[in-house]
């Protein structure tokens, strides 16, 4: 596609539920990367993935964050027994790059989860 | 360790007067350096970047920025403001060497508000 898309654009979960957010890159990017935004913490990066592999997971906050990239195109963020403080926009970003190189990273428009 | 700061939480400017946006970053290596501006539920947008050369990067919408190794600042600007330049403003720096040279960290974010 023309941009990277996210979806749901909006999810609304009760404490405790399993979410899963959806990530599709632009076409041919081969890094794909994992941002949360918070009001308390601005921008968080979450975790990298270069293909299908994921180099670094240290920005995960909790084991009940876990992430996965098929096929080098689309990645899921799963987060498991949601808790309030999961509450944030959640965002996806890809860039034409491997480590080391100046690619910029292009950002989706982000899924607002909210978390009841 | 890399990390950005932002001074300014907000920026106010009268449409057609010069904007400035601050920023100053620490890296131990050498910088990549990245704004991004981002408009009310939308993603973060690129507007420019800083990877070698010329000290003044030029970018979209007629912004501009300059990286100053001295002072570690990298600091953007617009000579005439439009009210459609208000938006949050994400200054990000990336370490050129090490093993985490693909993660971008961002500061606060500074909104800034241009009045007709």
Do not use: M
């Not at chain 1, 023309?2 to 979960?13: H, R």
């Not at chain 1, 997971?57 to 084991?63: A, F, M």
């Not at chain 1, 992430?67 to 689309?74: K, L």
């Not at chain 2, 500061?107 to 009045?115: D, F, K, N, Q």
């Amino acid at each position: 596609g023309a941009g990277v898309s996210q979806s749901p654009s909006n999810k609304v979960t009760e404490k405790g539920k399993d979410v899963e957010l959806r990530c599709d890159p632009i076409s041919g990017h081969t890094a794909l990367y994992w941002y949360r935004q918070s009001l308390g913490q601005g921008l968080e990066f979450l975790i990298y993935f270069q293909g299908n592999s994921a180099p670094d997971k240290s920005g995960l906050p909790s084991d009940r964050f876990s992430a996965e990239r098929t096929g080098g195109s689309v990645s899921t963020l799963t987060i498991q027994r949601t808790q309030q403080e999961d509450s944030a926009v959640y965002l996806c970003a890809s860039s034409l790059g491997l480590a080391g190189l100046s690619y910029e990273q292009y950002f989706g428009p982000g899924t607002r989860l909210t978390v009841t | 360790a890399q990390s950005v700061a932002q001074p300014e939480d907000q920026v106010n400017v009268a449409e057609g007067n010069p904007l400035t946006v601050k920023c100053t970053y620490s890296v131990s290596g050498n910088p990549y350096l990245f704004w991004y501006v981002q408009y009310p539920n939308r993603g973060l947008q690129f507007l420019l970047k800083y990877i070698t050369g010329d000290n003044l990067v030029k970018g979209s919408y007629g912004f501009e920025a300059e990286f100053n190794k001295s002072q570690t600042s990298f600091h953007l600007k617009k000579p005439s403001a439009l009210v459609s330049d208000s938006a949050l403003y994400f200054c990000a720096v990336r370490d050129r060497e090490g093993s985490n040279d693909y993660k971008l960290s961002f500061g606060a974010g500074t909104t800034v508000t241009v009045r007709a």
